[in-house]
C-alpha cells in the first residue's frame, strides 16, 4: 500500500508541476524509507531483496541518539558515549512513464558517514566525509514507469573517529529533482556585488549552463531582480551556443538602485531568478537568494560591514541540536539562533565543518555572520579513524563542494580552511613524505624541489595550506581565508605561508594585545576563546578562586563533583574566564573580534571530565536551550537592552556564606536586599563586568534595585521556594505548522504554593501526548544523564527539565501532559495548523 501511495503521489503531482510554468521540481524525499542496522551480512542495494521487515521512518535521521549512552561505546565519552556501526536505507519510489526525457537526480545534504548510493542495484558512488553535500544523477538507471529502488549503506562502524559527537545515518535532508536537460547545473549559480554605492550596487550573475541533449543548441540566459517583497525590479539576458553534453558560463550584470544593505539588524535579502530558454521554450528556472553588502577587515582597526566599525561577537556551536541528536530540524536551528541573538550574538563559526544549509538559509534571513569552516583533520589524525584516512584523495572534491554549495551565502564572510590541525606542530613540519606523494597531493604542476624540505626551507604543510587557499581562491575571490591556530609562534607553518588573509588564533589572549606587531600586514581575529566550563545552577564558592581544570589538556582529571561551577570561575587550561577574555577582545579595536568556545553545549567531548559525563560543559547555553548566567553577562555587554540578572538561587544551606553576583548594564549602581535590609550600593569600576555582595543565607527574599542618576532602571527578586505543589509547563510556541518538522519547546518546572519555581527539583517528570504530534525529544542540560534522548521522561536537573514536541504532519490538536509522582498532572495544548 505504501509504494502503490506513493505511486499515485507521482503520478497526480508531478505531472502538475512539470507542465506549468515551473519547469524545475525539487521534491522532498525523505518520507517512507526503510531502515536495517547491523546487519552485517546483508547486500541492501540487492533490488530483489526482501526488506518489508525493515522499520519505516522518516529522514533526517540519526541512529545514534536512539540509544542510551554507554561507558564502553567505541566513540567513547569524546565522541558522545553513543553507538555508531552499520546502516541501510532503502526507499522504493516510481516515477511515471510520461516523465521520459527529464533529467532525475538525487541531492542528499549530509550522510555521516562513509556512503554510498545504489539506483537499482547500481552504485553511483561513495562519499566518505559524513559533511558534505552530493549529488547523483539517477537518469541512466530510472525505470521510468517502474518501480525503483534507491538503497544507501552508511557505515559509522570505524570508531572512534571524531572528537565531538557526530551522529549516525542520513542525517540532513534528500530531494529528487526534476530539470529538463538543458538546466543550471547543481549550485550552479554565482553571485558577487564587485561596486556597490548608496545609488546604485552592480550584481554580477555567473551560471553555469549543462547541455545533457544530443544537438548543438542556442540558449538564452535571463536574468531577473527580485526584492523582499516580490517586486522585479530589472532583468538582463543573453544567448550562448552549447555543445552537446558540455557545460557553459555565462557571466551577466544586474543594477539594483537604491539598494537596501543586507546587515545584521536588517537582513535584507534580494532573488535571482535565472531562466533558461531554447527555441523560445522555458527549459529551466533557477531562484538564488543574495545580500548587497561590503565588508573589510582592517589591520589596525578591526571588521567594518557597510563601511561602519562592528565587533565581532561570535559563537562555535557544533551541529548536534541537542536531544534531536544530529538530525538536522529547522526550528530546532531557528531556536538556537534566536537564543543567541537575544544574548547579542552577531556571529556563528561552523565548528569544525560544513553546516547544514538550513543554518546558512537562517543566518542570512536572522542576520548572522559567519565563518564558515571546512576541516577539522588535514593529513594528521586526531582520533584513529577519522577523517586522515581519506584526505588525501578527498580534500579538493570536498573543498571544492563545499565553497560552490556556500558562496551565494551573504552571511558566509570568511573561510576557514582548518582547526587546530597537527600540520601546525614544528615536529611535524619535517615530514617524510616522498616528493612524488607531494606532487600527487598537492596536484603541481611542477616538481617540488627537494631543498624545499630541508630546515629553514619552506616546510611541505606550508605548501598545503597554499595549495588548499589556491583551491579555495579559485572558486571565491570575495572573502578572505583563515585557520583557527593553537600553535601561536612565527613557525606555524600555516602563518609560514602567507597565504592565510586573516590570522586567526585559538586562545592564547595574553597574545592578543600586540598582535599588530608580529603581523603588520595581516588583519586579526580571535577564532575560538575562552573555553570557561559551567554546569547551569551549580556552584563553587568562594566565587572569586578559580578552578583550572584540568591541569593539562592530555592529564586525566578526577572529581567526584562531575560538575563545574556556574559563576565565571571554572576554564580548561588553555583558555579563560569569560571576563577575561571579552575585556581584551573590547579592549582593541585591531581585534576584529572573537568566537567563544561554545554557544551551546554540544554532545561529547565532556572537558574535564570524562566518563561518567558524556556532553560538554563550555556552552553559553546548556544542551536543553537553558541559558547558564553568564548569558547575561554578555547580554548586558552586546545589547542595549535593560539588563538586571542576579544569582545564584536563594535555596541555600542554613547559615551558609552565599556570593551573590549581579549582570548588570544602563544603570550606575544595584543596591541588594534581603528580607528588607539593603546589603550595600555596590557599583562597576574600570573595566569590571559583575558586582558582588558576600552575605549570610537567610530565608526569604533577595531583591535588586538597579538605578541611573538615582532613577530606578530594574527591579530583580530571588525568593526561598518551599516544597513543590505545582508544574508548570511553558511552550516556546503554542502553534506551530502541521508539515510533519515543525517544534515545539515545552520547557517544566515546579513551583511551591506561593507560585517560585523550586532550583533544585531533581524529581522524575514523565510526559505523555495526545492529537496530532508526539514527542522527539527530552533533556534537562545534565552532562551525566545516562537515559536515551529521545525517551518521554527526564528527572529535572538543577529545577528544569524539557520536551520537545514534534508535529505528526496532520492539522489539529496536540496536548502534552506532565505527571510528577505526589503532584496534580498538568497539560498544555498545542495547535498545529
Excluded at 561577537?313 to 537564543?339: K, M, P, S, Y
Amino acid at each position: 500500500m505504501k509504494k502503490l501511495f506513493l505511486s499515485i503521489f507521482l503520478v497526480v503531482l508531478l505531472p502538475s508541476c512539470l507542465t506549468s510554468k515551473k519547469t524545475r521540481v525539487g521534491m522532498n524525499f525523505n518520507q517512507n524509507w526503510k531502515f536495517s542496522l547491523n546487519d552485517t551480512k546483508v547486500a541492501g542495494e540487492q533490488v530483489s531483496l526482501d526488506d518489508s521487515q525493515w522499520r519505516v521512518l522518516r529522514l533526517p535521521h540519526d541512529w545514534s541518539i536512539e540509544s542510551d549512552f554507554q561507558e564502553k561505546a567505541p566513540a567513547t565519552p569524546g565522541g558522545g558515549a553513543l553507538p555508531g556501526g552499520l546502516g541501510w536505507y532503502r526507499k522504493t519510489f516510481t516515477v511515471e512513464k510520461n516523465m521520459t526525457g527529464k533529467k532525475v537526480f538525487v541531492e542528499f545534504d549530509g550522510v555521516y558517514h562513509r556512503s554510498e548510493v545504489w539506483i537499482n542495484g547500481i552504485s553511483l558512488g561513495k562519499r566518505p566525509n559524513g559533511y558534505i553535500s552530493f549529488r547523483y544523477d539517477l537518469t541512466p538507471h530510472i525505470r521510468f514507469g517502474a518501480e525503483n529502488v534507491i538503497a544507501v549503506k552508511v557505515d559509522n562502524s570505524q570508531q572512534p573517529n571524531s572528537r565531538w559527537y557526530s551522529g549516525s545515518g542520513i542525517y540532513r535532508n534528500v530531494r529528487l529533482v526534476f530539470t529538463d536537460p538543458m538546466h543550471v547545473d547543481y549550485h550552479g549559480t554565482y553571485v558577487t556585488t564587485p561596486r556597490i554605492s548608496a545609488d546604485s550596487a552592480d550584481i554580477n550573475v555567473q551560471t553555469i549552463v549543462k547541455n545533457d541533449m544530443t544537438l548543438r543548441r542556442e540558449v538564452k540566459v535571463e536574468q531577473s531582480l527580485f526584492n523582499a517583497e516580490g517586486k522585479l525590479l530589472t532583468k538582463t539576458d543573453a544567448t550562448m551556443i552549447m555543445l552537446p553534453g558540455k557545460k557553459g558560463k555565462m557571466v551577466q550584470k544586474l543594477v539594483a538602485h537604491k539598494p537596501v544593505l543586507w546587515d545584521i539588524d536588517r537582513p535584507y535579502l534580494y532573488k535571482v531568478v535565472t531562466k533558461l530558454y531554447v527555441g523560445g521554450l522555458l527549459k529551466d528556472e533557477y531562484s538564488t537568494f543574495t545580500g548587497i553588502r561590503s565588508f573589510r577587515f582592517d589591520v589596525e582597526k578591526g571588521f567594518f560591514l557597510n563601511g561602519k566599525p562592528l565587533k565581532i561577537n561570535g559563537v562555535c556551536n557544533h551541529h548536534d541540536l541537542g536531544a534531536l541528536g544530529a538530525a538536522v530540524n529547522t526550528r530546532a536551528i531557528e531556536r538556537q539562533l534566536e537564543i543567541l541573538k537575544a544574548m547579542g550574538v552577531n556571529a556563528i563559526r561552523t565548528a569544525h565543518n560544513p553546516p547544514a544549509p538550513e543554518l546558512l538559509d537562517l543566518c542570512d534571513r536572522l542576520g548572522f555572520i559567519v565563518q564558515n569552516e571546512a576541516f577539522d583533520i588535514w593529513r594528521k589524525g586526531k582520533t584513529t579513524y577519522d577523517y586522515s584516512l581519506d584526505f588525501a584523495d578527498w580534500y579538493e572534491r570536498d573543498l571544492t563542494d563545499f565553497v560552490v554549495r556556500d558562496r551565494n551565502h551573504p552571511s558566509v564572510i570568511m573561510w576557514s580552511i582548518g582547526n587546530e590541525v597537527q600540520e601546525q606542530w614544528i615536529q611535524q613540519n619535517r615530514d617524510t613524505i616522498n616528493l612524488q606523494q607531494a606532487n600527487v597531493l598537492l596536484n603541481q604542476k611542477r616538481d617540488i624541489n627537494p631543498d624545499d624540505y630541508k630546515d629553514g626551507k619552506v616546510s611541505f604543510n606550508a605548501l598545503l595550506t597554499s595549495r588548499l587557499v589556491e583551491i579555495l581562491k579559485s572558486l571565491d575571490l570575495t572573502r578572505p581565508v583563515t585557520a583557527g591556530c593553537n600553535e601561536t609562534r612565527d613557525i606555524n607553518p600555516l602563518f609560514q605561508s602567507e597565504s592565510l588573509d586573516l590570522i586567526g588564533f585559538n586562545y592564547h589572549e595574553n597574545e592578543f594585545a600586540d598582535i599588530s606587531k608580529r603581523f603588520p600586514k595581516t588583519p586579526f581575529i580571535v577564532t575560538e576563546s575562552v573555553s570557561s566550563l559551567q554546569t547551569r545552577g551549580f556552584y563553587l564558592m568562594p566565587s572569586d578562586s578559580m578552578n583550572i581544570w584540568p591541569e593539562r589538556w592530555d592529564k586525566p582529571f578526577h572529581n567526584p563533583l562531575q560538575k563545574c561551577s556556574a559563576y565565571d570561575n571554572s576554564h580548561a587550561p588553555w583558555g579563560s574566564t569569560h571576563e577575561t577574555t571579552w575585556k581584551i577582545v573590547k579592549k582593541y579595536p585591531h581585534i576584529a573580534g572573537q568566537f567563544i568556545w561554545t554557544g551551546f553545549d554540544y554532545l561529547g567531548e565532556p572537558t574535564p571530565y570524562w566518563w561518567p559525563s558524556r556532553s560538554s560543559y563550555f556552552g553559553i547555553v546548556d544542551l536543553a536551550g537553558f541559558p547558564k548566567d553568564v548569558y547575561y553577562m554578555y547580554q548586558s555587554e552586546w545589547t542595549s537592552k535593560d539588563v538586571l540578572h542576579v544569582f545564584p538561587h536563594w535555596n541555600q544551606a542554613a547559615g551558609q556564606t552565599v556570593d551573590l553576583w549581579a549582570y548588570y548594564n544602563n544603570a550606575d549602581e544595584v543596591e541588594l536586599f534581603i528580607n528588607g535590609v539593603s546589603q550595600g550600593v555596590r557599583s562597576k569600576q574600570n573595566d569590571d563586568l559583575h558586582v558582588m555582595w558576600r552575605v549570610k543565607f537567610d530565608p526569604g527574599v533577595v531583591k535588586a534595585v538597579s538605578r541611573k542618576g538615582g532613577r530606578e532602571v530594574l527591579v530583580r527578586e530571588i525568593r526561598t521556594a518551599g516544597e513543590p505543589a505545582t508544574i508548570r509547563l511553558k511552550a516556546d510556541r503554542t502553534t506551530i505548522a502541521a508539515n510533519g518538522n515543525d517544534l515545539s519547546f515545552v520547557s517544566c518546572e515546579l513551583l511551591d504554593a506561593q507560585g517560585n519555581a523550586h532550583p533544585l527539583a531533581d524529581k522524575l517528570v514523565k510526559f505523555s501526548i495526545t492529537g496530532e504530534g508526539f514527542v522527539a525529544g527530552t533533556d534537562n542540560g545534565n552532562q551525566n544523564d545516562h537515559n536515551s534522548l529521545k525517551k518521554a521522561e527526564r528527572h529535572l536537573f538543577f529545577g528544569k527539565c524539557m520536551a520537545i514536541v514534534q508535529s505528526s504532519g496532520k492539522a489539529g490538536k496536540i496536548v502534552l501532559k506532565a505527571s510528577v509522582e505526589g503532584l496534580p498532572d498538568r497539560q498544555i495544548e498545542i495547535i498545529a495548523q
